[in-house]
């Protein structure tokens, strides 16, 4: 019995020696991360306090000193790394405003009916339609037309037979066919009414050019007196683009002021153009003033009530500049890549000045020349923190 208490006495010692010993062998500097959450940092293994997936071990606490990321050529491939000089490029404020595609009311035609009656057709009814010289857009029912038509033949059958009589009624016949070509009848529909002899009591109107329907008075069955607009007919072959702009932002929208044209829904069609109306009052219950701009509307690719956008350029300058891609802004100021060497990369905080859509201007940070990083800025991030542990901003200072 004394031998075996000795004995499990003796196993004790020697596990405990063990463990130490296993112990010993991990590195205090080594750090464990997560893939998902790369701000989780500990220093031992266990699951992510937010997603809760086992925590990945990173080799060692990294060197403060060493501010470098290496990738390898396949992680280069993966993040979509790609690099530019930093150049002289000649930069400027943009404004951007929302704007619409209309008709050009001064292309616009209002088509009246020339003689009172009743609707009786209508070829088009949809704004927006398109139309074709010569095809017809209503027909009107006119007693008037009738008497006038009657009229007409009256005197054509009283001319033929002045011969016999010694009378010339020539001039009482083509009073009466310029009545009723005033009224709208062309000259086949005259034709045709001298050949029948019969009065029509419906009048069909033609379509005299081509154009698009920009407006629909009246509908089926309305009684119309001489003169009621039936249409307005839109040439497109030219079309306003109209920006309501904040009064506060007015100042950069006067007449002439050079414009960018583009339209979401035509990708890459960029139009240069100049303002040609700027409404010096606010509109009516707002605080807006309206931009007008003419373009062509080459191939008819345009149409009323498209979306577009006018973007005004100011403060045109040339300066030290990078693409917007490329720089990172967070609370702790601006930063961009740079390639240090093939495969190493290293952050740098920057002074930003003036920025558009395309580029940043650099006023402090990097010289012309340095390689920034352009695609992958926010991947390579991810994986600084998620190697090393911390934010590669954290303690950095311009």
Same mark, same amino acid.
């Given at each position: 019995m004394k031998k075996i208490f000795v004995l499990l006495i003796s196993l004790t010692i020697l596990l405990s020696v063990s463990c130490k010993k296993k112990e010993s062998t991990e590195d205090p500097n080594t750090i464990y991360t997560c893939s998902m959450d790369p701000q989780v940092v500990e220093h031992h293994p266990g699951k992510c306090p937010i997603c809760h997936m086992e925590l990945t071990?990173?080799?060692?606490?990294?060197?403060?000193?060493?501010?470098?990321?290496?990738?390898?050529?396949?992680?280069?491939?993966?993040?979509?790394?790609?690099?530019?000089?930093?150049?002289m490029q000649t930069i400027s404020n943009e404004k951007n405003f929302p704007a619409v595609v209309s008709v050009n009311q001064k292309l616009t035609d209002a088509i009246p009916s020339?003689?009172?009656?009743r609707i009786d057709m209508l070829y088009y009814r949809s704004v927006g339609e398109r139309v074709e010289k010569g095809l017809p857009l209503f027909q009107i029912y006119s007693e008037e037309l009738i008497a006038a038509e009657k009229q007409y033949l009256?005197?054509?059958?009283?001319?033929?037979?002045?011969?016999?009589?010694?009378?010339?009624?020539?001039?009482?016949?083509e009073a009466a066919r310029r009545k009723l070509e005033l009224w709208g009848m062309n000259d086949l529909q005259l034709s045709e009414l001298k050949r029948k002899r019969i009065p029509e009591s419906v009048l069909t109107v033609y379509a005299d050019r081509s154009g698009v329907i920009a407006e629909v008075s009246v509908t089926m069955g309305d009684y119309v007196m001489e003169g009621t607009p039936v249409y307005k007919l839109a040439d497109?072959?030219? /079309?306003?683009? +109209?920006?309501?702009? @904040? $009064?506060?932002?007015?100042?950069? %929208?006067? #007449?002439?002021?050079? *414009?960018?044209?583009?339209?979401?829904?035509?990708?890459?069609?960029?139009?240069?153009a100049k303002i040609n109306f700027a409404n010096p009052e606010l509109l009516t219950d707002s605080k807006l003033v309206l931009a007008r701009i003419e373009i062509p509307n080459t191939g008819d690719e345009l149409t009323p009530g498209m979306q577009a956008y006018i973007t005004v350029r100011t403060n045109e300058k040339e300066t030290l500049a990078v693409p917007s891609s490329a720089v990172l802004h967070d609370s702790n100021g601006a930063t961009?890549?740079?390639?240090?060497?093939?495969?190493?990369?290293?952050?740098?905080?920057?002074? /930003?000045?003036? +920025?558009?859509?395309? @580029? $940043?201007?650099?006023?402090?940070? %990097?010289? #012309?020349?340095?390689? *920034?990083?352009?695609?992958?800025?926010?991947?390579?991030?991810?994986?600084?923190?998620?190697?090393?542990?911390?934010?590669?901003?954290?303690?950095?200072?311009?």
């Open positions: 071990k990173v080799s060692s606490i990294p060197d403060k000193n060493d501010n470098t990321i290496h990738i390898s050529d396949a992680e280069k491939r993966l993040a979509n790394i790609k690099t530019e000089f930093v150049e020339r003689i009172s009656g009256s005197a054509l059958q009283q001319q033929e037979n002045s011969s016999a009589l010694g009378i010339d009624y020539t001039q009482l016949a497109l072959s030219s /079309v306003w683009v +109209e920006a309501q702009v @904040y $009064s506060s932002e007015a100042a950069s %929208i006067t #007449e002439n002021t050079k *414009v960018e044209v583009t339209f979401p829904s035509l990708p890459g069609k960029i139009i240069e961009v890549w740079l390639k240090k060497s093939p495969g190493v990369y290293e952050p740098v905080m920057v002074q /930003v000045g003036m +920025e558009n859509k395309e @580029y $940043s201007e650099i006023i402090s940070g %990097i010289e #012309e020349g340095d390689a *920034v990083v352009t695609s992958g800025a926010y991947l390579l991030q991810s994986e600084y923190i998620f190697k090393k542990g911390q934010d590669p901003m954290v303690g950095m200072k311009m």
